[in-house]
């Protein structure tokens, strides 16, 4: 499995971005996709996952209402869209898969996509 981060740029706060992931060598179908970022000196910290079988989805607390996860299985693609944001969410984004349980533990997940700089600045 690869994965093709993309999306994010320069943000005013308040404002709205989407990322999308997308994966090649094999469908999602049975993994779970999840979005972690890591802002600088700081550890990597789960966002958001979704099972692709039946679309169930979790959330960190500090996105949820804010951000929202998607998957298109037709392109094989997972997205986050992201409002209302925060200078503290400015970090970098990466996508993941697990072909396990859905976990928020970025240990477990097997594919990494590369990052995505997103930065909420006025």
């Known amino acids: 499995v690869q994965l093709q981060a993309c999306g994010g740029g320069l943000v005013q706060p308040g404002g709205s971005a989407r990322l999308g992931c997308v994966g090649s060598?094999?469908?999602?179908?049975?993994?779970?996709m999840g979005w972690f970022r890591q802002a600088p000196g700081k550890e990597r910290e789960f966002v958001a996952a979704?099972?692709?079988?039946?679309?169930?989805?979790a959330y960190a607390d500090s996105v949820r209402g804010r951000f929202t996860i998607s998957r298109d299985s037709t392109k094989n693609t997972v997205a986050l869209q992201m409002n209302s944001l925060k200078p503290e969410d400015t970090a970098l984004y990466y996508c993941?898969?697990?072909?396990?349980?859905?976990?928020?533990?970025?240990?477990?997940?097997?594919?990494w996509g590369q990052g995505t700089q997103v930065t909420v600045s006025s």
């Open positions: 993941a898969a697990v072909s396990r349980t859905m976990s928020t533990n970025s240990r477990v997940y097997d594919y």
């Open positions: 060598g094999h469908t999602f179908s049975g993994y779970v």
């Open positions: 979704i099972r692709w079988t039946n679309g169930n989805t």
